[in-house]
C-alpha cells in the first residue's frame, strides 16, 4: 500500500491572503493617527513571509517604529490563527482535483497539520475538503493543546501516526516548512517540500528533503511515478 501524508496549509489551503489581511489590520491598529506608513503589496509582504522575514522587520519595513513593531508582531501572532481570519484560506490552485487523483489512484491518504480540531474542522466544512480524509486519517492538535513550537509538535504527530496507521510499503510526506522536513526525517519518511506555500526554495533546502517540487500536484506525480 503506498501511503501519502500531506500538510494541509500550503500544499492544499492557500493562505496568503489571511497572512496579508491580518498584515493589514495589525498594521492599521498599531499606527499611530496621522503617522505615515507603507502598505507592503500582497506580493512584497508573502515574498518576504516565505523567506522568513522577521515580523518586527517587516514592520519597520511598513513604517513602524521599533516600540511599535514588537506590538505588531504581538497582535499578529494573537490574531493570524483566529477563526474570523480562516475564512479568507482558500484551497490552493489544482490541489482538489489532485486529491481526486490521489482518491482514484487508492493511495492511502492521511493529513498532517498544526491546526487544531476546529480550525481544520472550519476549513473541512467551508471547502469540502472531509470527504478526502476520514477521521482516522486526520492527524492536528487537540482545541486545548499548548503548542510549544512547530518543530517540536509535528514530529509528535509523526509519531502518534506511524503507531497508529496501518504498515504501508511506501511512505511519503508531502509539506511547505521545516516542521514537515524534520518530522519525515526524523522518522525515516521520504519527504518532498513544496514551493507553494510559506517557504521558498532558500528556506526549504537548508533543511534537505528528498525533493521539491512546485506544488501538491507535481509532488504527487513524484510519488506515482517512482511506482
Given at each position: 500500500m503506498l501511503r501519502l501524508i500531506t500538510d494541509f496549509d500550503g500544499p492544499i489551503m492557500d493562505?496568503?491572503?489571511?497572512?496579508?489581511?491580518?498584515?493589514?489590520?495589525?498594521?492599521?491598529?498599531?499606527?499611530?493617527?496621522?503617522?505615515?506608513?507603507?502598505?507592503?503589496?500582497l506580493a512584497e509582504f508573502w515574498d518576504m513571509k516565505r523567506a522568513r522575514v522577521p515580523e518586527t522587520e517587516i514592520a519597520l519595513l511598513s513604517g513602524l517604529d521599533a516600540d511599535q513593531a514588537v506590538d505588531f508582531a504581538l497582535k499578529?501572532?494573537?490574531?493570524?490563527?483566529?477563526?474570523?481570519?480562516?475564512?479568507?484560506?482558500?484551497?490552493?490552485?489544482?490541489?482538489?482535483?489532485?486529491?481526486e487523483k490521489l482518491q482514484r489512484a487508492g493511495v492511502d491518504l492521511?493529513?498532517?497539520?498544526?491546526?487544531?480540531?476546529?480550525?481544520?474542522?472550519?476549513?473541512?466544512?467551508?471547502?469540502?475538503?472531509?470527504?478526502?480524509?476520514?477521521?482516522n486519517r486526520r492527524y492536528c492538535l487537540p482545541n486545548d493543546y499548548v503548542k510549544t513550537g512547530d518543530v517540536k509538535d509535528k514530529p509528535l504527530l509523526m509519531a502518534r501516526a506511524l503507531a497508529e496507521l496501518p504498515p504501508a510499503s511506501d511512505f511519503w510526506m508531502v509539506g511547505d516548512t521545516e516542521a514537515d522536513i524534520v518530522a519525515a526525517k526524523t522518522h525515516g519518511v521520504k519527504v518532498i517540500g513544496?514551493?507553494?506555500?510559506?517557504?521558498?526554495?532558500?528556506?526549504?533546502?537548508?533543511?534537505?528533503?528528498?525533493?521539491?517540487a512546485n506544488n501538491l500536484s507535481q509532488a504527487v506525480e513524484m510519488v506515482l511515478g517512482s511506482h
Amino acid at each position: 500500500m503506498l501511503r501519502l501524508i500531506t500538510d494541509f496549509d500550503g500544499p492544499i489551503m492557500d493562505v496568503s491572503d489571511r497572512y496579508y489581511r491580518v498584515y493589514q489590520q495589525c498594521l492599521a491598529e498599531t499606527q499611530r493617527e496621522g503617522q505615515a506608513v507603507r502598505e507592503l503589496t500582497l506580493a512584497e509582504f508573502w515574498d518576504m513571509k516565505r523567506a522568513r522575514v522577521p515580523e518586527t522587520e517587516i514592520a519597520l519595513l511598513s513604517g513602524l517604529d521599533a516600540d511599535q513593531a514588537v506590538d505588531f508582531a504581538l497582535k499578529r501572532r494573537q490574531t493570524v490563527h483566529t477563526l474570523p481570519f480562516l475564512m479568507y484560506d482558500r484551497p490552493a490552485q489544482g490541489a482538489v482535483e489532485t486529491l481526486e487523483k490521489l482518491q482514484r489512484a487508492g493511495v492511502d491518504l492521511t493529513v498532517m497539520t498544526m491546526r487544531r480540531v476546529r480550525e481544520l474542522d472550519e476549513a473541512f466544512t467551508r471547502c469540502n475538503l472531509a470527504q478526502f480524509f476520514p477521521e482516522n486519517r486526520r492527524y492536528c492538535l487537540p482545541n486545548d493543546y499548548v503548542k510549544t513550537g512547530d518543530v517540536k509538535d509535528k514530529p509528535l504527530l509523526m509519531a502518534r501516526a506511524l503507531a497508529e496507521l496501518p504498515p504501508a510499503s511506501d511512505f511519503w510526506m508531502v509539506g511547505d516548512t521545516e516542521a514537515d522536513i524534520v518530522a519525515a526525517k526524523t522518522h525515516g519518511v521520504k519527504v518532498i517540500g513544496v514551493l507553494c506555500g510559506i517557504r521558498d526554495r532558500t528556506q526549504l533546502e537548508m533543511h534537505q528533503p528528498d525533493f521539491i517540487a512546485n506544488n501538491l500536484s507535481q509532488a504527487v506525480e513524484m510519488v506515482l511515478g517512482s511506482h
